[in-house]
């Protein structure tokens, strides 16, 4: 299956939409905070220490803001997927 037809099936199912939605700020998410992690943070008394210095990086700082703002447009996205649920089985019924 190309690529150009997975793009269009993926655009055509709201459910294939919101699900690739979620993977993909999921694993985004996933990388950013293991990439903080191993930049920003190491484990032991030496990476305690060395948070000091690596708290104000503007490296640690863009990765800890972005991973923020994944994770609210992550909840932001259920959010709205469970009220358009809701006015669609409200739909449905009416």
Do not use: D
């Amino acid at each position: 299956m190309s690529f150009q037809k997975i793009r269009t099936v993926i655009k055509e199912n709201p459910m294939l939409q919101f699900l690739t939605a979620i993977v993909t700020l999921a694993s985004l998410h996933w990388v950013l905070i293991h990439s903080y992690i191993n930049f920003c943070v190491k484990p032991g008394i030496w990476g305690f220490l060395s948070s000091f210095i690596t708290l104000g990086s503007p490296v640690c700082q863009f990765l800890n803001y972005v991973q923020f703002e994944l994770s609210k447009n992550y909840i932001t996205l259920w959010g709205v997927t469970a009220i358009g649920v809701v006015g669609w089985i409200i739909g449905k019924l009416a």
